[in-house]
């Protein structure tokens, strides 16, 4: 995929970052949410890799639940491996949407995961 980021004024906030941990599936990379300062922010995967799967979704998940039954899509993943965004919404509280999980819903299996660090 290797998008670039998203052009933004001056230099980017960083919000939260973490790295990618395998959960059934070897994943890789760091996953950001940046911000510019008219309160837009988004979530940026930077040298990601991940199993190709069917039905691949980006969640923002409330790690506190220990599953996933509370979470924010952020729709399809863009590509198995490379740099990619997507937008968040701007009522997304990140200390309580807090790790990024990349699920595939056909099988309800979780291919990879990175928690938040906000900073």
């Not at 937008?87 to 990175?114: H, K, M, N, Q």
Request: hydrophobic share 35%; charged share 25%.
């Amino acid at each position: 995929v290797d998008e670039a980021a998203p052009t933004l004024d001056g230099a980017p906030t960083v919000f939260a970052s973490g790295e990618f941990v395998s959960r059934d599936h070897p994943t890789s990379g760091t996953a950001e949410v940046l911000g510019d300062s008219d309160g837009s922010r988004f979530l940026r995967f930077e040298q990601f890799e991940t199993d190709n799967g069917p039905d691949l979704k980006v969640y923002l998940v409330n790690s506190s639940t220990g599953d996933v039954s509370d979470f924010v899509s952020l729709g399809d993943l863009k590509g198995n491996i490379g740099d990619q965004n997507y937008e968040l919404p701007a009522d997304v509280d990140l200390s309580v949407y807090d790790t990024v999980l990349i699920w595939c819903e056909r099988f309800s299996a979780p291919f990879g995961e990175a928690a938040l660090d906000v900073t």
